[in-house]
């Protein structure tokens, strides 16, 4: 039991460095990259920075959390090539965040692990 309580109310600000990412679940149009998590009030912030097919992309978002759950929607910072919008879910496992993500204009599902680094 308390170990249950300690993932439910485990802190997850911090960096992280995203160990597995894909884009599309059929394709795995692989990437690698940095994040990181802060808090402001009950509302979570994100940023990740990564690299697919050799372009650098970074990413913004805001998100709420339900205990061992962490959603985000998010999208392209202003003025790269690509801009896109999305939903982010992690389910929390300690310093691991993983989960599937969509994309608003994309029928594909992606996947993300990321790893607490500090």
Excluded: C
């Excluded at 759950?69 to 801009?83: N, R």
């Amino acid at each position: 039991m308390i170990a249950h309580l300690a993932v439910l109310f485990a802190v997850i600000e911090g960096n992280y460095e995203i160990i597995t990412g894909y884009e599309d679940e059929s394709r795995k149009q692989w990437y690698t990259g940095t994040a990181e998590i802060s808090k402001h009030g009950d509302i979570y912030h994100m940023s990740w920075d990564y690299v697919m097919n050799g372009i650098e992309y970074q990413d913004i978002g805001m998100g709420l959390r339900d205990q061992n759950v962490i959603s985000f929607v998010f999208k392209s910072m202003p003025g790269q090539a690509d801009h896109y919008e999305g939903l982010q879910m992690y389910n929390i496992k300690g310093d691991i965040l993983e989960g599937s993500y969509i994309m608003f204009d994309s029928k594909d599902i992606g996947f993300e692990k990321i790893k607490r680094t500090n």
